[in-house]
Structure formats: C-alpha cells, structure tokens
C-alpha cells in the first residue's frame, strides 16, 4: 500500500472544490540493482562492497479527480516507457502488427488498485433538463430510450441528446460530420485530398498522427469549469477556437478527422480503468476482426483483445447516422 496527499483549493473538501482539484498522481517503477564497488586487489577477498541503483523504468500518472468521481480504479495500466531503455530489451507481442503499423506493441503493464480512505462525499448526479431544437418526436423518443436503458442497465450513462454551448439539448450524431485534416507534414499536395485519396501516405500512419495531433491538445474537464454544473460538448469548431475541451470534444473531433479518411469510425462511451466513465472513438474497416480503441487522452491504438487495452467496457456508439 503507498498513501499519497492532495491539497484541494483553499484546503475546502465540498463537492464542488473537489471536482476543480487538479493534482495528478505519479506512479514511477524502478529497477532495483546490486551493482558491485570497484576494489583493490587487497580487499578483493576481504571486503564486499556495493551500492544500490535504481534504473527508471516507465511511470503513470492518473489525475486525482479521475479516482474521487468514481470512488476506485482498477486494472492493468500501462507503463509510459522511454524509447531508449538502455540495458533492456522488449517483448515483440504482436509482430504481424509491428511490421503493419512500425510500432513496437507495448508489453509493459502494472495492476493496481486505487481508492481513497476515508471515502469522500460523491459528487451529486446532475440532472439534465434543456430547451432544444430538436423535433418533440425524436426527444420523446430518445427520452423513452434512455430512459429504458437506465432501468435495464442502471450502472451505465446512456444518452442521446446532450448540452451543447447554448444550453440547448442536441442529439449527439449532429456533432459528427468529416472535417479538412490538418497539415501533418506531407508536401507536394493537400493533406486532405491525399490522405482521402490514399496517394503516396500510410493510412494507418496518418491515423496515428492525427490521433497524437489531437492527444496534445490541452485537456479540461467540464468539473473544473463549472463544477456542480451538467456536462457541455462543443462543437469541433468551438473546440478548435477555445483549444481545450474534455474526452468529449478530443473524441469528436478525432472521429471528424477520420470520417475525412472514410473510415468507419463511431463515438464510443464506457467505462476506462483509468477514468472510469469516458468517450473514445472506435473503428473497424472490412475484414477487420477486431475493433481498434483510440484512445484520446494519449493518441494510442489497441485492439479490444489487447491486454493493455485501457477500456474495459463500451456500452453506446454513435455514428453520423444514429
């Protein structure tokens, strides 16, 4: 067991300052060595000596308000391993996709559980009432459907219509239309029409890129904006304009970018064992035997058969269509 500190803002543990604290916790795995001393040779038979090193293997870090929303963590999480580990080799888990991809799968995994102790007070489920645009056929509708999903499933966030910008109830496959992909280094012609097209670019890398491109854009959950309040997705022009936005926003507009590529992508919500309730996007092409989770948080890839695959258990996709 290895305790650690927070400092929520002001020192106050109300709800409301909970959702805005923003510690990370570090989780940092060494490599512990006996490494022998030099000696002379008249010690060489009489005297032991040595010294403990710690090689640095990889660390993982988990932002705190991922642990209080959700109460406990569980899962084999990932190791963020430097590419030049000296004095280590790494497993090739999966070299049909290695060669596919040029990336070595990673193998590096640590099993944790995290909770807090004493438990803190929840944050209090926000109840969702808006004006809309939508017809009051399809709201009726998507009301009756959540509604009879949560009662089946009552573990699970289901949802049809969020809260975009303006306080306006929106079904969610409104969001999701393909967008002009952004200048990722190829020359002589328009990223776009060529990644589009599949002239002279890797597909896959492409995809790998605009995964990191959108990865790096800064993360801001909507507790720490407005804690207590409901959860707003904006639009990927808003998000693009403000740079900062929660998975919802960093997930919709990966699936934009990947509409643009014709993939077939979808919105996908469940449950991560490093955040708990989360939004991802999912692809599967033709003769594809398994789907792909693309991870907005960090720009990976993985299979649903993966080991280190984060997301534990998806229950609602959303395409363009539904």
């Known amino acids: 067991m290895s305790p650690f500190c ?19 916790l570090y989780i940092n795995i060494f490599d512990e060595l ?43 999480y990932r190791l963020d391993v430097p590419t030049p580990l000296l004095g280590y080799s790494r497993d090739k888990v999966s070299v049909t996709k290695m060669e596919a991809t040029n990336v070595i799968s990673p193998t590096s995994v640590l099993r944790m559980f995290i909770t807090m102790e004493p438990l803190l007070a929840p944050p209090e489920a926000v109840q969702q009432s808006f004006d809309s645009t939508e017809s009051l056929e399809l709201l009726n ?40 992909l952004p200048q990722l280094g190829l020359t002589g012609t328009d990223a776009t029409s060529a990644a589009a097209a599949g002239v002279g670019v890797d597909n896959q890398i492409i995809c790998q890129q605009l995964a990191r491109f959108v990865s790096l854009i800064p993360f801001l959950s909507d507790t720490v904006i407005f804690p207590g309040l409901c959860d707003i997705w904006e639009t990927s022009d808003q998000f693009l304009r403000t740079m900062s936005g929660d998975d919802e926003e960093h997930a919709v507009l990966l ?45 990976r890839d993985a299979s649903t058969i993966d080991t280190w695959n984060p997301i534990r258990s998806i229950y609602l996709l959303a395409n363009q269509e539904n």
């Open 6 to 24: 927070i400092g929520p803002p002001d020192n106050d543990f109300d709800t409301s300052s909970l959702q805005r604290c923003r510690d990370i």
């Open 34 to 76: 006996h490494v022998d001393q030099p000696k002379t040779d008249h010690e060489r038979d009489q005297i032991i000596r040595e010294r403990i090193a710690r090689n640095w293997l990889g660390s993982i870090k988990i932002p705190f308000s991922n642990v209080y929303v959700n109460g406990r963590l569980e899962g084999a």
């Open 141 to 180: 509708y998507a009301r009756f459907w959540v509604s009879d999903l949560n009662q089946k499933f009552p573990n699970r966030d289901y949802k049809a219509t969020v809260s975009d910008i303006n306080g306006r109830a929106v079904f969610i496959p409104r969001f999701l239309r393909p967008l002009p």
């Open 255 to 299: 699936n934009n970018y990947f509409l643009t590529l014709n993939k077939n992508s979808w919105i996908a919500m469940g449950v991560s064992i490093y955040s708990g309730p989360c939004c991802f996007v999912l692809t599967k092409e033709p003769g594809q035997r398994y789907a792909i989770c693309w991870s907005v948080a960090d720009g």
